[in-house]
Protein backbone atom coordinates (compact mmCIF):
# COMPACT_ATOMS: atom_id res chain seq x y z
CA UNK A 1 0.00 0.00 0.00
CA UNK A 2 1.02 3.73 -0.21
CA UNK A 3 2.51 5.55 2.34
CA UNK A 4 0.70 7.82 4.93
CA UNK A 5 3.27 10.64 5.28
CA UNK A 6 2.14 13.16 7.77
CA UNK A 7 2.01 16.87 6.50
CA UNK A 8 1.70 19.96 8.65
CA UNK A 9 -0.17 22.89 8.05
CA UNK A 10 3.03 24.92 7.43
CA UNK A 11 3.84 22.67 4.31
CA UNK A 12 3.07 25.91 1.43
CA UNK A 13 6.03 27.54 0.10
CA UNK A 14 5.16 31.14 -1.12
CA UNK A 15 1.57 29.91 -1.21
CA UNK A 16 2.35 26.41 -2.99
CA UNK A 17 2.63 22.76 -2.02
CA UNK A 18 4.50 20.47 -3.82
CA UNK A 19 3.23 18.84 -6.94
CA UNK A 20 2.78 15.03 -5.37
CA UNK A 21 1.03 16.49 -2.28
CA UNK A 22 -2.24 16.43 -4.39
CA UNK A 23 -4.85 13.82 -4.77
CA UNK A 24 -7.14 13.58 -7.77
CA UNK A 25 -10.91 13.44 -7.45
CA UNK A 26 -13.48 13.53 -10.66
CA UNK A 27 -17.02 12.49 -12.80
CA UNK A 28 -15.89 11.43 -16.24
CA UNK A 29 -15.95 15.00 -16.85
CA UNK A 30 -13.30 16.94 -15.13
CA UNK A 31 -10.89 16.79 -12.60
CA UNK A 32 -10.31 18.53 -9.19
CA UNK A 33 -6.80 17.98 -7.65
CA UNK A 34 -7.09 18.50 -3.47
CA UNK A 35 -4.15 19.59 -1.75
CA UNK A 36 -3.14 17.72 1.57
CA UNK A 37 -4.06 20.68 3.70
CA UNK A 38 -7.76 20.31 2.47
CA UNK A 39 -7.34 22.96 -0.57
CA UNK A 40 -8.91 21.99 -3.69
CA UNK A 41 -6.03 24.61 -6.20
CA UNK A 42 -7.47 22.88 -9.45
CA UNK A 43 -11.01 22.27 -10.76
CA UNK A 44 -11.69 22.96 -14.62
CA UNK A 45 -15.45 23.88 -15.85
CA UNK A 46 -17.44 22.57 -16.82
CA UNK A 47 -14.98 20.29 -18.36
CA UNK A 48 -11.53 18.68 -17.68
CA UNK A 49 -10.01 21.04 -20.23
CA UNK A 50 -11.92 24.00 -19.76
CA UNK A 51 -10.72 27.19 -18.05
CA UNK A 52 -10.24 26.89 -14.02
CA UNK A 53 -13.12 28.10 -11.41
CA UNK A 54 -9.88 27.16 -9.19
CA UNK A 55 -6.81 27.58 -10.45
CA UNK A 56 -4.31 28.48 -7.34
CA UNK A 57 -2.20 25.92 -8.98
CA UNK A 58 -0.68 28.53 -11.32
CA UNK A 59 -1.02 31.54 -9.42
CA UNK A 60 -1.41 31.23 -5.25
CA UNK A 61 -2.46 35.02 -4.89
CA UNK A 62 -5.43 35.54 -8.27
CA UNK A 63 -5.93 31.58 -9.02
CA UNK A 64 -8.90 31.14 -6.44
CA UNK A 65 -8.98 28.03 -4.29
CA UNK A 66 -11.84 26.69 -2.21
CA UNK A 67 -10.14 25.47 1.57
CA UNK A 68 -11.32 23.18 4.30
CA UNK A 69 -9.17 22.70 6.86
CA UNK A 70 -8.84 23.35 10.41
CA UNK A 71 -8.20 26.57 12.35
CA UNK A 72 -5.61 25.31 14.43
CA UNK A 73 -2.06 23.71 13.54
CA UNK A 74 -2.29 20.02 12.11
CA UNK A 75 -0.98 17.47 10.65
CA UNK A 76 -2.97 14.90 8.05
CA UNK A 77 -2.76 11.74 6.52
CA UNK A 78 -5.14 11.00 3.25
CA UNK A 79 -5.63 7.41 1.55
CA UNK A 80 -8.73 6.79 -1.44
CA UNK A 81 -11.68 4.81 0.04
CA UNK A 82 -10.62 1.18 -1.55
CA UNK A 83 -11.47 0.57 -4.77
CA UNK A 84 -12.41 4.41 -5.43
CA UNK A 85 -11.41 7.66 -6.74
CA UNK A 86 -13.15 9.28 -3.59
CA UNK A 87 -10.28 10.95 -1.29
CA UNK A 88 -10.32 10.76 2.54
CA UNK A 89 -8.17 13.43 4.62
CA UNK A 90 -7.88 13.07 8.41
CA UNK A 91 -6.95 15.81 10.40
CA UNK A 92 -5.00 15.65 13.51
CA UNK A 93 -4.82 18.45 16.10
CA UNK A 94 -3.93 19.09 19.30
CA UNK A 95 -7.64 19.17 20.52
CA UNK A 96 -8.77 15.95 18.30
CA UNK A 97 -9.18 14.59 14.82
CA UNK A 98 -11.63 15.45 11.78
CA UNK A 99 -11.96 13.47 8.75
CA UNK A 100 -12.69 15.06 5.01
CA UNK A 101 -14.27 13.57 2.56
CA UNK A 102 -14.28 14.94 -1.26
CA UNK A 103 -15.46 13.12 -4.23
CA UNK A 104 -16.69 14.68 -7.56
CA UNK A 105 -20.57 13.05 -7.61
CA UNK A 106 -20.95 10.58 -10.67
CA UNK A 107 -23.70 11.64 -12.73
CA UNK A 108 -27.58 10.25 -12.11
CA UNK A 109 -31.24 10.40 -13.26
CA UNK A 110 -30.88 14.05 -11.07
CA UNK A 111 -27.81 15.71 -11.83
CA UNK A 112 -27.30 15.98 -15.75
CA UNK A 113 -25.49 18.27 -17.13
CA UNK A 114 -24.25 19.52 -13.85
CA UNK A 115 -21.34 19.32 -12.40
CA UNK A 116 -21.25 18.23 -8.42
CA UNK A 117 -18.12 18.52 -6.00
CA UNK A 118 -19.22 17.22 -2.57
CA UNK A 119 -16.69 17.75 0.43
CA UNK A 120 -18.03 16.39 4.07
CA UNK A 121 -16.66 16.66 7.15
CA UNK A 122 -16.82 14.12 9.81
CA UNK A 123 -15.88 14.26 14.03
CA UNK A 124 -13.57 11.91 14.93
CA UNK A 125 -12.51 12.77 18.62
CA UNK A 126 -12.06 15.89 20.47
CA UNK A 127 -13.24 19.31 19.26
CA UNK A 128 -11.81 20.27 16.17
CA UNK A 129 -12.27 24.12 14.38
CA UNK A 130 -12.78 23.67 10.96
CA UNK A 131 -12.86 26.81 8.79
CA UNK A 132 -13.40 27.09 4.79
CA UNK A 133 -13.53 29.26 2.13
CA UNK A 134 -14.29 29.66 -1.57
CA UNK A 135 -12.55 31.87 -4.07
CA UNK A 136 -14.04 31.48 -7.85
CA UNK A 137 -12.64 32.65 -11.01
CA UNK A 138 -13.74 32.00 -14.45
CA UNK A 139 -11.98 32.38 -17.40
CA UNK A 140 -8.48 32.53 -15.75
CA UNK A 141 -10.13 35.63 -13.32
CA UNK A 142 -11.37 37.05 -16.71
CA UNK A 143 -14.77 37.01 -16.37
CA UNK A 144 -16.44 38.90 -13.62
CA UNK A 145 -18.09 36.68 -10.47
CA UNK A 146 -21.77 37.64 -8.76
CA UNK A 147 -22.37 35.74 -5.42
CA UNK A 148 -26.02 35.84 -3.84
CA UNK A 149 -26.88 35.02 -0.77
CA UNK A 150 -29.75 33.74 0.76
CA UNK A 151 -31.14 31.24 2.92
CA UNK A 152 -28.13 28.88 3.70
CA UNK A 153 -27.22 28.58 -0.41
CA UNK A 154 -24.68 31.00 -2.05
CA UNK A 155 -25.59 31.35 -6.08
CA UNK A 156 -22.75 32.47 -8.32
CA UNK A 157 -22.90 33.80 -11.54
CA UNK A 158 -20.48 34.32 -14.29
CA UNK A 159 -21.85 34.57 -17.99
CA UNK A 160 -22.76 31.40 -18.91
CA UNK A 161 -21.34 29.61 -16.17
CA UNK A 162 -23.15 29.51 -12.41
CA UNK A 163 -22.86 27.42 -9.65
CA UNK A 164 -24.85 26.84 -6.20
CA UNK A 165 -23.24 26.16 -3.01
CA UNK A 166 -25.03 24.49 -0.25
CA UNK A 167 -23.69 24.32 3.37
CA UNK A 168 -25.10 21.38 5.43
CA UNK A 169 -24.04 21.96 9.20
CA UNK A 170 -21.43 23.68 8.20
CA UNK A 171 -22.12 27.17 9.55
CA UNK A 172 -23.84 29.95 7.87
CA UNK A 173 -21.91 30.80 4.48
CA UNK A 174 -21.14 34.31 4.65
CA UNK A 175 -20.23 36.62 1.37
CA UNK A 176 -17.22 39.16 1.61
CA UNK A 177 -16.27 40.70 -1.68
CA UNK A 178 -15.78 37.29 -3.51
CA UNK A 179 -14.61 35.04 -1.30
CA UNK A 180 -17.49 32.85 0.86
CA UNK A 181 -16.48 31.55 4.14
CA UNK A 182 -17.91 29.77 6.93
CA UNK A 183 -16.63 28.17 9.83
CA UNK A 184 -17.95 24.95 12.05
CA UNK A 185 -16.45 22.65 15.21
CA UNK A 186 -16.21 18.79 14.68
CA UNK A 187 -17.25 16.45 17.43
CA UNK A 188 -17.31 12.33 17.52
CA UNK A 189 -20.00 11.50 14.85
CA UNK A 190 -20.66 14.93 13.53
CA UNK A 191 -21.06 15.15 10.11
CA UNK A 192 -21.25 18.65 7.96
CA UNK A 193 -21.52 18.61 4.26
CA UNK A 194 -20.53 21.56 1.58
CA UNK A 195 -21.45 21.00 -2.30
CA UNK A 196 -20.92 23.04 -4.96
CA UNK A 197 -23.27 22.26 -7.84
CA UNK A 198 -22.02 23.91 -11.67
CA UNK A 199 -23.71 24.42 -14.69
CA UNK A 200 -22.81 26.26 -18.44
CA UNK A 201 -25.09 27.32 -20.18
CA UNK A 202 -28.20 25.28 -18.16
CA UNK A 203 -30.22 26.58 -15.45
CA UNK A 204 -28.40 26.10 -11.88
CA UNK A 205 -30.43 23.76 -9.32
CA UNK A 206 -30.06 23.54 -5.97
CA UNK A 207 -30.00 19.74 -4.49
CA UNK A 208 -31.05 18.67 -1.78
CA UNK A 209 -29.12 17.19 1.18
CA UNK A 210 -30.21 13.68 0.79
CA UNK A 211 -29.73 13.44 -2.97
CA UNK A 212 -26.07 14.68 -2.74
CA UNK A 213 -25.28 12.02 -0.01
CA UNK A 214 -27.30 9.07 -2.27
CA UNK A 215 -25.30 10.64 -5.11
CA UNK A 216 -21.90 10.23 -2.84
CA UNK A 217 -22.71 7.05 -1.63
CA UNK A 218 -23.79 5.32 -5.15
CA UNK A 219 -20.21 6.81 -6.21
CA UNK A 220 -18.45 5.16 -4.10
CA UNK A 221 -20.51 1.92 -4.86
CA UNK A 222 -19.97 2.58 -8.55
CA UNK A 223 -15.95 3.29 -8.55
CA UNK A 224 -16.10 -0.04 -6.36
CA UNK A 225 -17.89 -2.24 -8.74
CA UNK A 226 -15.44 -0.77 -11.66
CA UNK A 227 -12.43 -1.76 -10.25
CA UNK A 228 -13.84 -5.47 -8.73
CA UNK A 229 -14.53 -6.18 -12.43
CA UNK A 230 -10.96 -5.52 -13.82
CA UNK A 231 -8.84 -8.49 -14.19
CA UNK A 232 -5.37 -8.17 -13.23
CA UNK A 233 -4.23 -10.78 -10.49
CA UNK A 234 -0.21 -10.26 -10.99
CA UNK A 235 2.56 -8.49 -9.05
CA UNK A 236 2.04 -4.98 -7.83
CA UNK A 237 -1.65 -4.89 -8.71
CA UNK A 238 -1.99 -1.79 -5.81
CA UNK A 239 -0.17 0.24 -8.21
CA UNK A 240 -2.11 -1.58 -11.49
CA UNK A 241 -5.79 -1.02 -9.62
CA UNK A 242 -4.60 2.75 -8.83
CA UNK A 243 -3.15 3.28 -11.72
CA UNK A 244 -6.25 2.19 -13.56
CA UNK A 245 -8.63 4.58 -11.43
CA UNK A 246 -6.21 7.31 -12.32
CA UNK A 247 -6.52 6.62 -16.14
CA UNK A 248 -9.81 6.57 -15.42
CA UNK A 249 -9.76 9.88 -14.19
CA UNK A 250 -8.78 11.20 -17.07
CA UNK A 251 -11.15 9.39 -19.91
CA UNK A 252 -13.75 12.05 -20.98
CA UNK A 253 -16.69 9.76 -20.55
CA UNK A 254 -18.87 11.90 -23.20
CA UNK A 255 -16.62 10.99 -25.94
CA UNK A 256 -14.27 8.45 -25.04
CA UNK A 257 -11.09 10.60 -25.45
CA UNK A 258 -8.49 10.36 -22.73
CA UNK A 259 -6.29 13.42 -21.79
CA UNK A 260 -2.96 12.92 -21.44
CA UNK A 261 -3.48 14.85 -18.10
CA UNK A 262 -5.58 17.27 -15.94
CA UNK A 263 -3.65 20.37 -15.34
CA UNK A 264 -1.62 23.03 -18.04
CA UNK A 265 1.69 24.31 -17.48
CA UNK A 266 2.51 22.29 -14.27
CA UNK A 267 6.89 22.97 -15.44
CA UNK A 268 9.41 20.43 -15.90
CA UNK A 269 11.81 22.60 -13.99
CA UNK A 270 10.92 24.81 -11.45
CA UNK A 271 11.08 28.30 -13.07
CA UNK A 272 11.61 27.20 -16.41
CA UNK A 273 9.98 27.64 -19.70
CA UNK A 274 8.91 23.79 -20.36
CA UNK A 275 5.60 24.43 -19.43
CA UNK A 276 2.73 22.75 -21.74
CA UNK A 277 -1.38 22.11 -21.89
CA UNK A 278 -1.76 18.42 -22.03
CA UNK A 279 -5.81 18.46 -21.18
CA UNK A 280 -5.71 16.92 -24.91
CA UNK A 281 -5.23 13.74 -26.43
CA UNK A 282 -2.49 12.58 -28.10
CA UNK A 283 -1.89 9.95 -30.66
CA UNK A 284 1.45 9.13 -28.92
CA UNK A 285 -0.53 7.60 -26.29
CA UNK A 286 -3.29 5.67 -28.28
CA UNK A 287 -1.49 2.56 -28.53
CA UNK A 288 -0.68 2.60 -24.96
CA UNK A 289 -4.56 3.07 -24.01
CA UNK A 290 -5.85 0.41 -26.23
CA UNK A 291 -3.16 -2.13 -24.37
CA UNK A 292 -3.61 -1.31 -20.54
CA UNK A 293 -7.38 -0.48 -21.30
CA UNK A 294 -7.76 -4.47 -22.98
CA UNK A 295 -5.12 -5.72 -20.50
CA UNK A 296 -7.37 -4.39 -17.56
CA UNK A 297 -10.60 -6.05 -19.17
CA UNK A 298 -11.79 -2.48 -19.38
CA UNK A 299 -13.86 -3.01 -23.21
CA UNK A 300 -16.20 -0.53 -23.09
CA UNK A 301 -13.52 2.05 -22.51
CA UNK A 302 -11.37 0.67 -25.14
CA UNK A 303 -14.45 0.34 -27.64
CA UNK A 304 -15.31 3.77 -27.13
CA UNK A 305 -11.69 5.20 -27.32
CA UNK A 306 -11.00 3.76 -30.10
CA UNK A 307 -14.23 4.95 -32.38
CA UNK A 308 -13.67 8.49 -31.19
CA UNK A 309 -9.74 8.08 -32.28
CA UNK A 310 -11.15 6.71 -35.75
CA UNK A 311 -14.16 9.61 -35.81
CA UNK A 312 -11.46 12.29 -34.67
CA UNK A 313 -8.89 11.40 -37.08
CA UNK A 314 -11.53 11.34 -39.97
CA UNK A 315 -11.41 15.19 -40.07
CA UNK A 316 -7.50 15.18 -40.89
CA UNK A 317 -7.52 12.22 -42.79
CA UNK A 318 -5.30 10.67 -44.36
CA UNK A 319 -3.08 12.85 -42.50
CA UNK A 320 -3.29 12.52 -38.89
CA UNK A 321 -2.82 15.37 -35.99
CA UNK A 322 -0.73 14.67 -33.14
CA UNK A 323 -3.25 15.78 -31.00
CA UNK A 324 -6.72 16.41 -30.64
CA UNK A 325 -9.69 18.10 -28.16
CA UNK A 326 -11.36 15.99 -26.03
CA UNK A 327 -14.39 16.57 -28.08
CA UNK A 328 -12.16 15.42 -31.45
CA UNK A 329 -11.82 19.14 -32.10
CA UNK A 330 -8.70 19.86 -34.08
CA UNK A 331 -7.67 23.61 -33.03
CA UNK A 332 -5.34 23.73 -29.93
CA UNK A 333 -3.92 27.09 -31.00
CA UNK A 334 -1.04 27.70 -28.29
CA UNK A 335 -1.81 31.23 -25.96
CA UNK A 336 -0.30 32.75 -22.95
CA UNK A 337 -1.96 33.76 -19.86
CA UNK A 338 -0.41 36.70 -18.94
CA UNK A 339 -1.83 37.38 -15.67
CA UNK A 340 -0.67 34.17 -13.78
CA UNK A 341 2.51 33.69 -12.78
CA UNK A 342 2.71 30.09 -12.83
CA UNK A 343 3.02 27.35 -10.64
CA UNK A 344 5.80 28.69 -8.55
CA UNK A 345 7.15 31.25 -10.90
CA UNK A 346 7.08 29.16 -13.73
CA UNK A 347 6.42 31.37 -16.45
CA UNK A 348 4.28 31.33 -19.40
CA UNK A 349 1.08 29.74 -18.34
CA UNK A 350 -0.31 27.99 -21.70
CA UNK A 351 -3.27 27.47 -22.70
CA UNK A 352 -3.09 25.24 -25.94
CA UNK A 353 -0.74 23.49 -27.33
CA UNK A 354 1.41 24.61 -30.50
CA UNK A 355 2.41 20.73 -31.07
CA UNK A 356 -0.83 20.38 -33.05
CA UNK A 357 1.13 21.70 -35.77
CA UNK A 358 3.86 19.44 -35.76
CA UNK A 359 5.20 16.77 -38.78
CA UNK A 360 5.64 13.36 -36.45
CA UNK A 361 5.76 10.50 -38.03
CA UNK A 362 5.69 8.13 -34.81
CA UNK A 363 1.74 8.70 -34.68
CA UNK A 364 1.74 6.91 -37.55
CA UNK A 365 2.37 3.30 -35.96
CA UNK A 366 1.19 4.31 -32.55
CA UNK A 367 -2.77 4.56 -34.35
CA UNK A 368 -2.23 1.47 -36.77
CA UNK A 369 -1.24 -0.10 -34.01
CA UNK A 370 -4.14 0.94 -32.37
CA UNK A 371 -6.08 -0.91 -34.97
CA UNK A 372 -4.72 -4.20 -34.75
CA UNK A 373 -4.51 -4.64 -30.91
CA UNK A 374 -8.45 -3.29 -31.29
CA UNK A 375 -8.80 -6.43 -34.26
CA UNK A 376 -6.76 -8.95 -32.08
CA UNK A 377 -9.17 -8.46 -29.15
CA UNK A 378 -12.21 -9.75 -31.42
CA UNK A 379 -13.37 -6.81 -33.04
CA UNK A 380 -13.95 -6.10 -36.70
CA UNK A 381 -13.44 -2.74 -38.81
CA UNK A 382 -15.77 -1.99 -41.12
CA UNK A 383 -15.21 -1.41 -44.96
CA UNK A 384 -15.16 2.43 -44.88
CA UNK A 385 -12.62 2.88 -42.13
CA UNK A 386 -10.62 -0.45 -43.55
CA UNK A 387 -10.33 2.11 -46.75
CA UNK A 388 -9.14 5.03 -44.57
CA UNK A 389 -6.53 3.16 -42.74
CA UNK A 390 -5.34 1.82 -45.84
CA UNK A 391 -4.98 5.12 -47.36
CA UNK A 392 -3.34 6.54 -44.20
CA UNK A 393 -0.35 3.56 -45.08
CA UNK A 394 -0.15 4.77 -48.48
CA UNK A 395 0.80 8.06 -46.80
CA UNK A 396 3.11 6.95 -44.70
CA UNK A 397 4.94 5.03 -47.28
CA UNK A 398 5.27 8.91 -49.56
CA UNK A 399 6.30 10.87 -46.35
CA UNK A 400 8.17 8.13 -43.93
CA UNK A 401 11.59 10.20 -45.07
CA UNK A 402 10.45 13.64 -44.05
CA UNK A 403 12.48 15.09 -41.04
CA UNK A 404 9.89 15.62 -38.17
CA UNK A 405 9.93 16.58 -34.77
CA UNK A 406 9.84 13.32 -33.53
CA UNK A 407 7.90 11.53 -30.08
CA UNK A 408 9.46 14.00 -27.78
CA UNK A 409 7.99 17.23 -29.79
CA UNK A 410 11.10 19.05 -29.86
CA UNK A 411 11.13 23.23 -30.74
CA UNK A 412 14.27 22.64 -32.05
CA UNK A 413 14.92 21.75 -36.78
CA UNK A 414 13.00 18.75 -37.75
CA UNK A 415 15.35 15.42 -38.04
CA UNK A 416 15.24 11.98 -39.22
CA UNK A 417 14.23 10.67 -35.70
CA UNK A 418 15.30 7.33 -34.81
CA UNK A 419 12.19 6.14 -33.09
CA UNK A 420 9.85 8.03 -35.90
CA UNK A 421 11.33 6.05 -38.69
CA UNK A 422 10.22 2.22 -36.45
CA UNK A 423 7.28 3.73 -35.64
CA UNK A 424 6.28 4.37 -39.45
CA UNK A 425 7.74 0.57 -40.21
CA UNK A 426 5.29 -0.41 -37.63
CA UNK A 427 2.42 1.56 -39.00
CA UNK A 428 3.28 -0.49 -42.66
CA UNK A 429 3.91 -3.61 -41.15
CA UNK A 430 0.88 -3.50 -38.46
CA UNK A 431 -1.41 -2.48 -42.33
CA UNK A 432 -0.04 -5.68 -43.80
CA UNK A 433 -1.15 -7.99 -41.07
CA UNK A 434 -4.67 -5.98 -40.98
CA UNK A 435 -4.94 -6.24 -44.94
CA UNK A 436 -3.57 -10.13 -44.75
CA UNK A 437 -6.46 -10.87 -42.49
CA UNK A 438 -8.74 -8.83 -44.64
CA UNK A 439 -9.95 -5.65 -42.70
CA UNK A 440 -7.76 -3.53 -45.02
CA UNK A 441 -7.95 -3.68 -48.68
CA UNK A 442 -4.94 -5.00 -50.33
CA UNK A 443 -4.74 -2.68 -53.52
CA UNK A 444 -1.32 -1.37 -51.70
CA UNK A 445 0.18 -3.87 -50.14
CA UNK A 446 3.60 -5.03 -52.53
CA UNK A 447 4.12 -1.16 -51.98
CA UNK A 448 3.68 -1.36 -47.85
CA UNK A 449 5.99 -4.41 -47.91
CA UNK A 450 8.67 -2.11 -50.19
CA UNK A 451 8.78 0.75 -47.84
CA UNK A 452 8.58 -1.25 -44.76
CA UNK A 453 12.44 -3.30 -45.73
CA UNK A 454 13.42 0.35 -46.57
CA UNK A 455 13.25 1.91 -43.23
CA UNK A 456 14.23 -1.18 -42.20
CA UNK A 457 17.92 -0.59 -44.25
CA UNK A 458 17.29 3.12 -43.46
CA UNK A 459 17.74 3.06 -39.48
CA UNK A 460 20.10 0.06 -39.90
CA UNK A 461 22.57 2.15 -42.16
CA UNK A 462 21.66 5.42 -41.35
CA UNK A 463 20.99 5.30 -37.26
CA UNK A 464 23.48 3.26 -35.56
CA UNK A 465 26.00 4.91 -33.68
CA UNK A 466 29.01 2.34 -33.17
CA UNK A 467 30.10 5.29 -30.37
CA UNK A 468 27.29 3.81 -28.35
CA UNK A 469 27.19 0.32 -29.96
CA UNK A 470 23.37 1.22 -30.45
CA UNK A 471 20.83 3.14 -32.43
CA UNK A 472 21.10 6.60 -31.95
CA UNK A 473 18.85 9.69 -31.66
CA UNK A 474 18.17 10.16 -35.03
CA UNK A 475 20.20 9.47 -38.08
CA UNK A 476 24.09 10.57 -38.33
CA UNK A 477 23.99 11.31 -34.35
CA UNK A 478 25.76 10.01 -31.56
CA UNK A 479 22.82 10.87 -29.03
CA UNK A 480 20.62 8.64 -27.32
CA UNK A 481 16.74 8.77 -26.80
CA UNK A 482 14.87 6.14 -24.77
CA UNK A 483 12.19 6.37 -26.95
CA UNK A 484 14.23 3.66 -28.90
CA UNK A 485 12.87 1.65 -26.38
CA UNK A 486 9.24 1.85 -28.46
CA UNK A 487 11.72 -0.36 -30.67
CA UNK A 488 11.41 -3.14 -28.32
CA UNK A 489 8.16 -2.91 -27.15
CA UNK A 490 6.09 -2.03 -30.75
CA UNK A 491 8.22 -4.73 -32.25
CA UNK A 492 9.81 -3.26 -35.04
CA UNK A 493 12.02 -6.30 -35.17
CA UNK A 494 12.26 -9.59 -32.55
CA UNK A 495 12.96 -8.74 -28.81
CA UNK A 496 15.96 -10.80 -29.47
CA UNK A 497 17.23 -9.01 -32.30
CA UNK A 498 20.50 -8.38 -31.80
CA UNK A 499 20.75 -4.35 -32.03
CA UNK A 500 17.77 -3.68 -30.28
CA UNK A 501 19.07 -5.78 -27.24
CA UNK A 502 22.25 -3.22 -27.94
CA UNK A 503 20.31 -0.22 -27.36
CA UNK A 504 18.36 -1.33 -24.64
CA UNK A 505 21.75 -1.48 -23.00
CA UNK A 506 22.64 1.75 -23.87
CA UNK A 507 19.89 3.48 -22.42
CA UNK A 508 20.30 1.59 -19.51
CA UNK A 509 24.09 2.06 -19.20
CA UNK A 510 23.61 5.90 -20.67
CA UNK A 511 20.22 7.61 -19.71
CA UNK A 512 19.58 5.55 -16.62
CA UNK A 513 20.41 6.58 -13.26
CA UNK A 514 19.50 4.09 -10.69
CA UNK A 515 15.66 3.89 -11.64
CA UNK A 516 15.46 7.55 -13.00
CA UNK A 517 15.75 7.52 -16.74
CA UNK A 518 16.21 10.77 -19.11
CA UNK A 519 14.38 11.62 -22.21
CA UNK A 520 17.20 12.19 -24.71
CA UNK A 521 20.57 13.82 -24.64
CA UNK A 522 21.35 16.57 -27.13
CA UNK A 523 19.12 19.69 -28.24
CA UNK A 524 16.02 20.47 -28.07
CA UNK A 525 15.32 23.91 -29.18
CA UNK A 526 14.07 25.25 -25.36
CA UNK A 527 16.60 26.99 -22.54
CA UNK A 528 16.88 24.95 -19.43
CA UNK A 529 16.65 21.07 -18.43
CA UNK A 530 14.12 18.74 -16.96
CA UNK A 531 13.57 15.83 -14.50
CA UNK A 532 13.50 12.07 -14.99
CA UNK A 533 10.72 11.13 -17.44
CA UNK A 534 9.07 8.68 -15.28
CA UNK A 535 7.11 6.55 -18.43
CA UNK A 536 11.10 5.92 -19.92
CA UNK A 537 11.39 4.51 -16.59
CA UNK A 538 8.46 2.24 -16.97
CA UNK A 539 9.15 1.32 -20.77
CA UNK A 540 12.79 0.37 -19.35
CA UNK A 541 11.35 -2.14 -17.27
CA UNK A 542 8.86 -3.48 -19.50
CA UNK A 543 12.13 -3.57 -22.77
CA UNK A 544 14.24 -5.80 -20.08
CA UNK A 545 11.19 -8.22 -19.22
CA UNK A 546 10.59 -8.28 -23.38
CA UNK A 547 14.15 -8.99 -23.83
CA UNK A 548 14.47 -12.02 -21.32
CA UNK A 549 15.72 -10.44 -18.21
CA UNK A 550 12.95 -10.71 -16.37
CA UNK A 551 14.84 -9.98 -13.25
CA UNK A 552 15.94 -6.75 -13.78
CA UNK A 553 12.90 -5.80 -14.36
CA UNK A 554 11.21 -6.37 -11.45
CA UNK A 555 13.72 -4.89 -9.64
CA UNK A 556 13.57 -1.77 -11.24
CA UNK A 557 9.48 -2.13 -11.09
CA UNK A 558 10.29 -2.40 -7.14
CA UNK A 559 12.47 0.62 -7.26
CA UNK A 560 10.03 2.81 -8.81
CA UNK A 561 7.01 1.92 -7.10
CA UNK A 562 7.72 3.88 -4.08
CA UNK A 563 8.62 6.87 -5.95
CA UNK A 564 4.56 7.31 -6.62
CA UNK A 565 2.78 9.99 -3.77
CA UNK A 566 1.55 9.03 -0.75
CA UNK A 567 -2.17 7.89 -2.64
CA UNK A 568 -0.05 5.78 -5.32
CA UNK A 569 -0.48 8.89 -8.00
CA UNK A 570 2.85 10.06 -10.71
CA UNK A 571 3.17 13.15 -12.73
CA UNK A 572 5.14 13.31 -15.62
CA UNK A 573 8.44 13.75 -14.39
CA UNK A 574 10.51 13.39 -11.04
CA UNK A 575 13.63 15.60 -9.88
CA UNK A 576 16.61 12.65 -9.07
CA UNK A 577 17.40 14.38 -6.55
CA UNK A 578 15.11 15.82 -4.63
CA UNK A 579 12.11 13.30 -5.72
CA UNK A 580 9.86 16.09 -6.55
CA UNK A 581 7.30 15.50 -8.94
CA UNK A 582 7.31 17.85 -11.87
CA UNK A 583 5.00 18.39 -14.62
CA UNK A 584 1.48 18.56 -15.55
CA UNK A 585 -0.67 15.53 -12.94
CA UNK A 586 -1.63 13.50 -12.66
CA UNK A 587 0.06 12.04 -16.04
CA UNK A 588 -1.72 9.48 -17.90
CA UNK A 589 1.45 8.28 -19.93
CA UNK A 590 3.48 7.28 -16.42
CA UNK A 591 0.34 5.24 -15.26
CA UNK A 592 -0.60 3.96 -18.66
CA UNK A 593 3.56 2.60 -18.89
CA UNK A 594 3.27 1.02 -15.15
CA UNK A 595 0.59 -0.96 -16.13
CA UNK A 596 1.32 -2.50 -19.47
CA UNK A 597 5.04 -2.97 -18.05
CA UNK A 598 3.65 -4.92 -14.92
CA UNK A 599 1.31 -7.07 -17.24
CA UNK A 600 4.11 -8.00 -19.30
CA UNK A 601 6.83 -8.88 -16.37
CA UNK A 602 4.08 -10.82 -14.66
CA UNK A 603 3.40 -12.91 -18.31
CA UNK A 604 7.36 -12.90 -18.64
CA UNK A 605 7.43 -14.60 -15.63
CA UNK A 606 4.75 -17.32 -16.28
CA UNK A 607 6.15 -18.34 -19.61
Not at 175 to 185: K, M
Not at 332 to 345: F, H, L, V
Request: charged share 25%; with cysteine.
Amino acid sequence: MYRARPITSAARVDGYLPIGDYGAIGDGRTVALVGRDGAIDWLGLPDLDSAPVFGALLDAERGGSFVVAPEVAFTSTRRYLPGTNVLETTFHTERGSARLVDAMNLPDDRLPPMRELTRVIEGVTGTVPIVWSIDARFDFGRTDVRLRAGDGVVVADAGSQAFVLNAWDAGTPAVRGHTIAGRLDTTPGSSSCITLAATDKEPAVIPTRRDVEKRLASTCAAWIAWTASRRYSGPWSDAVYRSGLALKLLVHAPTGAVAAAATTSLPEELGGERNWDYRFCWLRDSAFIMNALLRLGCSPEADAFFWWLMQASQLTHPRLQVLYRLDGGTSAPEQTIAAYRGYRGSRPVRVGNGAADQLQLDIYGDVMHTAWLYVNAGNKLDHDLGRRLARTATLVSRIWRKPDAGLWEVRSEPQHFTQSKMMCRVALSRAIQLAELGHLPDDDIARWRTEAEAISDFVDSRCWSSRHNSYARYAGSDELDAGLLLGVLFAFAEPSDDRLVKTVEAVRRELAHGPFVARYTGDDGLRGTEGAFLACSFWLAEALALIGRRGDAARLMEQLLPLANDVGLYAEEIDPDTGEFLGNFPQGLSHLALINAAVVIHRAGTR
